[in-house]
């Protein structure tokens, strides 16, 4: 069974940063593209960003573009989540996601073409 197990959030004050980690179980992890969503209280799931299996290809949506980051390391069945110059609208249960068979470079950007997800975790960002 695959688990996806995301750490890393916590409160934050406007202008700064955290990293997210999702960690992958199971052996395929470098077969699946990732992405990472999130979802505000009275909204719907928000894709973000998401990076291809290899890592040589990212994708961001255009409310955190140039100042998240995501990023693999495929030995250690993680994907990252870098967030920096953080706003309180980012405040969000942001969750990562395994698609198991992309079929867009890097990844697909609705949540329904992800196969596979984690609990989430909370990020909380004050003015």
């Known amino acids: 069974q695959v688990q996806l197990v995301e750490s890393g959030g916590g409160l934050v004050q406007a202008g700064g940063s955290l990293r997210l980690s999702c960690t992958a179980s199971?052996?395929?992890?470098?077969?699946?593209?990732m992405g990472w969503f999130r979802q505000a209280p009275g909204k719907e799931r928000e894709f973000i960003i998401a990076?291809?299996?290899?890592?040589?290809?990212?994708h961001y949506a255009d409310s955190v573009k140039g100042r998240f980051t995501i990023s693999r390391d495929n030995a250690k069945n993680t994907v990252y989540l870098q967030m920096n110059s953080l706003k309180p609208e980012d405040t969000a249960v942001y969750y990562c996601?395994?698609?198991?068979?992309?079929?867009?470079?890097?990844?697909?950007?609705?949540?329904?073409?992800?196969?596979?997800w984690g609990q989430g975790t909370q990020v909380t960002v004050s003015s």
């Open positions: 996601a395994a698609e198991k068979s992309p079929l867009k470079v890097p990844a697909g950007r609705r949540a329904y073409d992800y196969d596979y």
């Open positions: 199971g052996r395929t992890f470098s077969s699946w593209a």
């Open positions: 990076i291809s299996r290899s890592g040589a290809s990212t």
